[in-house]
């Protein structure tokens, strides 16, 4: 590990001196992707400086206690030895989570897909609740929301959304949302006071770059009609709306919240994208839906990932049996908690996969 480690320095003290060079700055798109490699390399390498400033600690606190015979000496250098120690033991753990394999797409932006699932139109408002407290999270994180195809019912519910959330490290954190969300509430629909149990699923997927999928326009569909359902005074006056089908795949996208026909494509062209990117990789990435299952649970649409029982105010995540006691401020965005204890989970996975 630390021959790694001294490796990893030496590139990013090259890289430091590169970035710096008239000449490479002078070609951005170099400088860009040595600067992009320079951060990533960058918190590695000041955990490392520690480390090794604590290792010559430990050395300094060994030599005075071979050497001095000074009682107080003696004394502060037993303390200075425990205390580098501790910390070396510390700063292993971490440099160990830092060298894990990154996934690819946790810097990425997300596209998310909320869709209501048994329970009729309860089902329907606990989606727009899930819609809400993701809108939420993000504005908590300075992330922004883009929405892309919004199917709500006369009460407010949603029946099916596609929405952007662009910021950094937005995949990385929202990535354990996949999966089935189920409420146990009693419904505003309902007469007798009964807790009725409904569910929503939701989908997270990467956006895909122009390097990560390749699309042939000749492979699709596109079909434009005019837009329903709530909206402006656009709505049902002009063909707005816009469907994408990719044929090889059957992969259909929608889009019409946008005024304007080529704003709904641009938008439509990018789920299709990050939904063939997904395609592709769970179809012929062995390693990748091995990969999937391993971040705490496979993130399978179906997979019953998290429960938010109102009556006794919590929220329980299935996948590392933990339950929260604010459900209310869950629901407002506060999910940094179980998002945490989700990465904490993985990494602990990923080492003891690697120790073995």
């Not at 049902?236 to 259909?252: C, E, L, Q, Y």
């Not at 019953?304 to 929220?315: H, S």
Request: aromatic share 6%; proline share 2%; charged share 30%.
């Amino acid at each position: 590990m630390f021959a790694r480690l001294q490796s990893m320095k030496e590139r990013f003290e090259e890289l430091t001196k590169e970035i710096g060079d008239p000449s490479v700055i002078a070609d951005q798109a170099k400088w860009q992707k040595l600067c992009k490699e320079h951060s990533q390399l960058e918190e590695i390498v000041e955990k490392y400086d520690q480390y090794q400033a604590k290792q010559q600690d430990l050395e300094e606190a060994k030599e005075i206690l071979a050497t001095e015979k000074d009682p107080e000496l003696l004394e502060l250098a037993k303390e200075q030895l425990s205390d580098a120690q501790k910390s070396m033991d510390e700063l292993s753990e971490e440099l160990k989570v830092l060298l894990l394999p990154k996934d690819p797409n946790d810097d990425k932006n997300v596209i998310m897909e909320i869709r209501a699932g048994t329970g009729g139109e309860e089902a329907s408002l606990f989606g727009y609740d899930l819609l809400r407290m993701y809108m939420r999270f993000a504005e908590r994180q300075h992330w922004k929301v883009e929405e892309i195809d919004m199917n709500y019912t006369d009460l407010g519910g949603v029946k099916e959304c596609v929405f952007m959330i662009s910021g950094k490290g937005a995949y990385s954190k929202l990535k354990f949302e996949s999966g089935a969300h189920r409420v146990q509430r009693v419904p505003e629909t309902e007469s007798q006071g009964r807790i009725h149990t409904s569910a929503a699923t939701v989908a997270v997927l990467p956006e895909a770059e122009d390097v990560d999928v390749e699309l042939n326009m000749n492979d699709v569909k596109v079909d434009t009609y005019r837009a329903g359902g709530a909206g402006g005074q656009y709505v049902n006056r002009t063909d707005s709306a816009v469907r994408m089908t990719h044929i090889p795949t059957g992969i259909v996208v929608t889009c019409q919240d946008e005024k304007s026909q080529l704003k709904n494509k641009e938008k439509a062209i990018k789920v299709l994208k990050s939904r063939l990117l997904d395609y592709y990789q769970s179809q012929a990435n062995a390693e990748y839906a091995a990969s999937r299952k391993s971040q705490v649970g496979s993130g399978d649409r179906s997979e019953r990932i998290r429960t938010y029982n109102f009556p006794q105010g919590r929220v329980t995540d299935h996948r590392i049996n933990m339950t929260l006691y604010n459900l209310e401020a869950f629901l407002d965005g506060d999910m940094m908690q179980i998002i945490d204890a989700l990465r904490l989970a993985e990494q602990t996975a990923l080492l003891a996969g690697e120790k073995q």
